[in-house]
């Protein structure tokens, strides 16, 4: 297992412009939909953001090119996270981020596979994504393609026992193609973690299902980089990346505040707020 | 049933690369020829149904065809949300073949005994939901199910059950079967769906003994629902009589009488529907005991049909 030092305050991470403009960008969505999930999208944005910009084999043109690397939002919750990269990457214009939940869109409160271009499963559910993402990396074995998998959780989510299901299965399949990415960001809709259902001691428990695992700071674009280039960890294991996130992470009002799980309809002074936190 | 279901998906894998097996803890040995073929698309993944489904559906949404297999109630139960979510909203090409449908696991009680899992399935969008009379049935539905888009619950019987089907009735998905036809101009037409069409068939003899000419209809297919096939039976009928086994609450009876209110409206025929109350069974002993308790046996459907022709007649 690889540990890092700081993994105690990933707060202190300060954010820099990418960071910060991808972060206006789901407040954008945010403001046009008159709702979501805050906090659940902020903790999101770095791994996301690395995964897009220097980790995942796609194309954007072509989403559904069979030899691309698969990423499941399985805590589909935090989609606009997930939204602002397909945006930004090119899978459909920014513009759509402004239809965010409206009638007609494509952008759900859930992402929906066969609706939004890049999107691999539909999520919404909790503890959905592990086992798809098992049935297409074994897939990937029998159809002879080099594709990865990268299922990304939230740790309220794999409260779950389907999650523990799944595991055991990647573990004895020996799935070294496949990466679970736990967003542990300490607070789920109810409240902490440690109180709702503690997950302690979490490292072990992925490591006892078969995983090899690595803990980083999740907002550190660096330290992510570092952990998803040195996949697989184990030739003969799957990976679990245990990140260290603050939910509502650059909206210092928002930071580590269950009430900011889901927010709708805020007011315009609270939405210019979050934009000049964001500057 | 089971045993042409499992050997018809050996040798559709034999056929087809994309053909894939998932049980989940199951007979040890079961298909061992594929497993020793074909041991990258032949899997057993144990006592973890939520997980059996959604990898299943992982593999279809890449392009595969995983017949998946477990006890009916662990798929329609237990993971019914997998099977909602992962198969149906993303309407992938799963099959899941359910084990005991119906009250096959008599002796194992209300744990085992699948009676909602027609209703339950056939209320999802996208399902298809098949439950076959016989074994013959079962190898000409597997022939079928090959290419078929959406994913399918396929409701397995006892096994070792009588076949009445025929070769020259062929198998097509959501197509019904007249198994029967009576000479009446307006007969009393028996709407059956699995082994529930033998019962109707044996009924239909005593009642042609005691002068009563009924039809059969057989409905392999719940969902999509031959509405065709029910309207054109039903409009000479003087009775339609639906007869499964599983509960009355939204079973394939309420299936035919939705189909009815909306296609013939107060021209509908008068109505009997013979199915298993809203409660949870408390017996054990055979199948063929709580046919019996049911009144799902050949000699009761008698006496419920002409019971109801003489309330009609009254």
Redesign the interface.
């Known amino acids: 297992m690889a540990a890092l030092a700081d993994l105690s305050r990933p707060n202190a991470v300060s954010l820099d412009e990418r960071s910060k403009h991808l972060r206006r960008l789901a407040v954008r969505a945010l403001d046009k939909g008159e709702r979501g999930h805050i906090g659940s999208t902020m903790s999101l944005i770095e791994i996301l953001r690395v995964l897009y910009d220097d980790v995942l084999r796609v194309r954007p043109s072509e989403p559904a090119w069979p030899r691309r690397d698969r990423l499941i939002l399985s805590k589909g919750h935090g989609c606009i996270a997930l939204y602002v990269m397909l945006a930004e990457k090119g899978f459909f214009p920014l513009e759509t981020l402004d239809t965010f939940c409206h009638r007609d869109s494509i952008l759900g409160g859930h992402p929906e596979f066969g609706k939004v271009p890049g999107v691999e499963a539909s999520t919404g559910a909790l503890g959905h994504g592990l086992s798809i993402g098992i049935g297409m990396a074994l897939a990937g074995r029998i159809q002879r393609r080099d594709s990865r998998l990268f299922v990304l959780m939230g740790d309220g989510e794999i409260n779950e026992g389907s999650v523990w299901e799944a595991a055991m299965c990647a573990g004895k399949h020996r799935l070294s193609e496949l990466t679970a990415i736990i967003d542990c960001n300490k607070i789920q809709s109810a409240g902490p973690t440690s109180e709702i259902l503690d997950l302690e001691p979490l490292v072990d428990k992925w490591q006892a299902f078969g995983f090899a695992t690595v803990e980083v700071d999740g907002h550190d674009v660096a330290e992510l980089r570092k952990a998803f280039g040195g996949l697989p960890l184990d030739r003969g294991r799957p990976t679990a990346i245990i990140c260290h996130t603050v939910k509502g992470k650059g909206i210092p009002f928002a930071e580590n505040d269950p009430a900011w799980h889901h927010k709708a309809k805020l007011p315009r002074e609270t939405i210019a707020d979050m934009y000049r936190a964001l500057e | 049933m089971r045993k042409a279901c499992l050997d018809a998906i050996y040798k559709l894998a034999k056929q087809d690369?994309r053909v894939?097996f998932i049980g989940s803890d199951l007979s040890p040995g079961l298909l061992s020829e594929m497993r020793e073929e074909m041991p990258?698309?032949w899997?057993m993944?144990?006592v973890?149904e939520?997980?059996v489904?959604?990898?299943?559906?992982?593999?279809?949404?890449?392009?595969?065809i995983?017949y998946a297999s477990t006890i009916a109630t662990f798929f329609t139960r237990r993971s019914f949300?997998?099977v909602a979510?992962?198969c149906c909203?993303?309407n992938v090409p799963v099959r899941l073949v359910s084990n005991g449908g119906g009250l096959v696991y008599a002796p194992l009680g209300p744990t085992h005994l699948a009676i909602e899992d027609i209703a339950i399935m056939r209320a999802l969008p996208n399902m298809t939901v098949v439950a076959c009379c016989d074994a013959e049935e079962m190898k000409r539905f597997m022939a079928a199910s090959l290419d078929w888009k959406s994913p399918i619950y396929i409701r397995l019987a006892k096994g070792g059950d009588p076949i009445v089907s025929r070769p020259e009735h062929g198998f097509q998905i959501g197509k019904a079967i007249a198994m029967r036809k009576s000479a009446e101009r307006n007969p009393v037409v028996l709407m059956t769906t699995g082994v529930m069409t033998t019962n109707a068939l044996m009924a239909a003899d005593i009642l042609a003994a005691a002068g009563i000419d009924v039809s059969v209809v057989h409905f392999h297919t719940i969902k999509p629902l031959d509405a065709a096939a029910i309207l054109d039976h039903a409009r000479a009928a003087r009775l339609v009589v639906t007869i499964e086994e599983g509960i009355a609450i939204g079973g394939f009876g309420s299936g035919v009488t939705d189909v009815l209110v909306d296609g013939l409206g107060p021209k509908m025929p008068h109505m009997k529907r013979i199915a298993l109350p809203d409660s949870f069974c408390r017996n054990y002993g055979v199948q063929s005991d709580l046919f019996e308790i049911y009144g799902l046996s050949p000699d009761q459907i008698v006496r419920t049909v002409t019971n109801k022709i003489e309330e009609l007649n009254a």
């Open positions: 690369s894939v990258d698309r899997f993944e144990g973890a939520q997980n489904v959604g990898m299943a559906a992982g593999m279809a949404l890449e392009g595969l995983p949300e997998q979510v992962d909203l993303h």
